[in-house]
């Protein structure tokens, strides 16, 4: 299961185990022809009879077969397992370490992480960590100490921090408790196969390729297009249009000569922002949105990790054309306050957003450690989500809201990060209380799909790709 433990605070997410019962299994009866832009082959042991929000978060509670029921025969079809790579989320330290001085989580784990988030709660702390940005800024030889977005970073963090410490304390505690997480780990560095940080699938590059592609008669032009077991799409044919998995099976899909696995009941848009209108043309009004847009940023300019888009940019994306009433909108936010006042002042109101509340995701090692100094002055261990809904008709809205939770203010999501950017943790468990079942799911910006869900983005397949999975093998 995904949720480890359900606290009044928030959630303790397994990412990895949502993954891997996603339903990453594959039939070989199928061979793959080497010309073929996409062929696909399938069979399944999960059981997606629907594509509902609500069947796909409880699904996640069944068992994961494990390696020696990776490879099973039925008839002349032998049905392979693929699983995500367990390294991707080796985060046994953390990224960088706090002082020695408050390295008290070391010894006794339920004690010592007491003591640790008392100390980060203390007036001590506190000023420890106002003069330690005092130092800094002025190891800088600024001529002004601090400039506005450092003021308004500082007064955000303070009013956050009091919460994330204990929300966190209390979840960690509990994973401690159950030993979903333990001081102790294990030296992973005699792994095997371990896949190069970077693989150059060039889902972007085809996007602007697309571009140049001749102009597709829309009359003519199908808005979906059905993965079946014998089907040979053409990059242009599958920037144009929706691909859908519409089946209870995993398939694979080969573009440009690269594998990538697509999970049962689930439906992807390979485009970038200029080239949205096959997803207007799927004819889908969505429950819930959940936007991770590439906010402008010097270091991502700097690394050229990914192209980034303006304010004016991410406003022009049709939210409220995609959105069904009472419509839940999610939106992850860096920890620049120029875009979270972005976010709730500009970009919700322009869309007909109303704001509910504010979330924050939690990133932590297998220890329960954070992976960064919760007070670092460079990064902060944790991201922001905020949380809306669109506004529309009123007796609509009340018909949607009946059954359903409101959002509370402020929840905390904790969980071990992957170690792949932008690879977010998911959503699907933490936000089923919040909406009805039976309901359409869109994530914007995605960089991987899920069961259920409907995924866009001009990089959507990249960690599907098969070589962030491993084949498992009987023993």
């Known amino acids: 299961m995904s949720v480890i433990h359900r606290l009044a605070a928030g959630w303790l997410v397994d990412h990895l185990s949502f993954i891997n019962q996603c339903g990453y299994e594959v039939c070989d009866s199928f061979a793959y022809p080497g010309d073929a832009t996409l062929n696909t082959s399938v069979t399944s042991a999960g059981d997606y009879a629907t594509s509902t929000f609500a069947a796909t978060s409880s699904s996640r509670d069944g068992p994961i077969p494990g390696p020696g029921h990776a490879i099973e025969t039925e008839g002349n079809a032998a049905k392979t397992r693929y ?68 003021l308004d970073a500082l007064e955000y963090h303070s009013k956050v921090r009091k919460l994330i410490c204990e929300g966190a304390l209390h979840l960690v505690q509990e994973g401690l408790k159950s030993g979903f997480l333990h ?66 099976y995993a398939k694979i899909v080969v573009l440009m000569g690269q594998k990538y696995l697509v999970p049962p009941k689930s439906s992807f848009l390979l485009s970038d922002i200029s080239c949205l209108q096959p997803l207007l043309n799927y004819k889908k009004k969505y429950d819930v949105i959940v936007i991770d847009p590439p906010w ?18 991410i406003k022009q994306i049709p939210v409220p054309a995609l959105a069904a009433p009472n419509c839940l909108v999610v939106t992850w936010v860096t920890n620049r306050q120029k875009h979270l006042h972005f976010v709730k002042d500009e970009l919700y109101p322009h869309w007909s957003v109303k704001t509910l509340a504010e979330w924050h995701w939690v990133k932590i090692t297998k220890a329960g450690e954070f992976v960064l100094p919760l007070d670092s002055l460079h990064k902060k261990p944790y ?12 007796k609509e809205v009340l018909r949607k809201s009946e059954d359903v939770l409101p959002v509370p203010e402020h929840k905390l999501i904790v969980s071990v990060p992957c170690s792949l950017h932008s690879h977010k943790p998911p959503l699907t468990a933490v936000l089923a209380e919040f909406i009805k079942s039976d309901v359409e799911c869109l994530e914007l910006f995605a960089r991987n799909l899920q069961p259920g869900w409907t995924s866009w983005g001009n990089e959507v397949l990249k960690f599907q790709h098969i070589d962030y999975f491993t084949l498992l093998q009987n023993e």
């Open 296 to 313: 402008e940023n010097k270091s991502v300019k700097r690394s050229n990790r990914y192209s980034c888009l303006s304010s004016w940019q």
């Open 383 to 394: 991201e922001v989500l905020v949380l809306g809904r669109v506004q529309g008709d009123i």
């Open 183 to 248: 001081c102790t780990t294990a030296d992973l560095s005699c792994r095997k196969n371990i896949v190069p940080g970077h693989i150059g699938c060039g889902l972007a590059e085809l996007c602007e390729m697309a571009k140049q592609f001749p102009a597709v008669n829309e009359s003519d032009h199908q808005a979906v297009r059905v993965l079946d077991d014998e089907t040979s799409i053409s990059e242009q044919n599958l920037v144009s249009c929706v691909t859908e998995n519409s089946s209870n």
């Open 83 to 150: 699983v995500f790579r367990e390294e991707f989320f080796d985060v046994s330290t953390p990224h960088i370490a706090v002082a020695p001085e408050k390295q008290l989580y070391r010894g006794c784990p339920e004690a010592s992480l007491t003591e640790l988030f008392v100390f980060f709660l203390s007036p001590w702390s506190n000023m420890d960590f106002f003069f330690r940005c005092l130092l800094t800024l002025q190891k800088r030889k600024r001529k002004c100490v601090f400039n506005q977005g450092e």
